[in-house]
């Protein structure tokens, strides 16, 4: 298990921008892929991006190609979501997340029950 806490989250209006962060606990955090989740009001959790071990495959959900972008510093421990061009509609929880595999190289298959251990979750909401 690793411990993650997200922060960087607040009120933007629509068009800002937010950078996300995700502090891992473990040492091997260089070792696991990450995760961005959110789950917006009244709905289900849903997947952002994901970034393998290395940081040289990236998956993005749809809704967020070509406006957030997710890296990561393995020798901070910690994983980035810059998000740009911000809407209402990405008001919601993020969520960051950890692999239960090790050395994922690719993560375009990757899917929610691939991650074991979340962050609390950080708040991001999008005012029109």
């Known amino acids: 298990q690793v411990h993650l806490v997200e922060s960087g989250g607040g009120l933007v209006q629509a068009g800002g921008s937010l950078r996300l962060s995700c502090a891992a606990s473990?040492?091997?955090?260089?070792?696991?892929?990450m995760g961005w989740f959110r789950q917006p009001p009244g709905k289900e959790r849903e997947f952002v991006t994901a970034i393998s071990y290395s940081g040289s495959s990236t998956y993005y959900a749809d809704s967020v190609k070509g406006r957030f972008t997710i890296s990561r510093d393995n020798a901070k421990n910690t994983v980035y979501l810059q998000m740009n061009s911000l809407k209402p509609e990405d008001t919601a929880v993020y969520y960051c997340?950890?692999?239960?595999?090790?050395?994922?190289?690719?993560?375009?298959?990757?899917?929610?029950?691939?991650?074991?251990?979340w962050g609390q979750g950080t708040q991001v909401t999008v005012s029109s």
């Open positions: 997340a950890s692999d239960r595999q090790l050395w994922r190289a690719v993560v375009t298959t990757i899917s929610s029950t691939d991650f074991g251990s």
């Open positions: 473990r040492r091997t955090f260089s070792s696991y892929a």
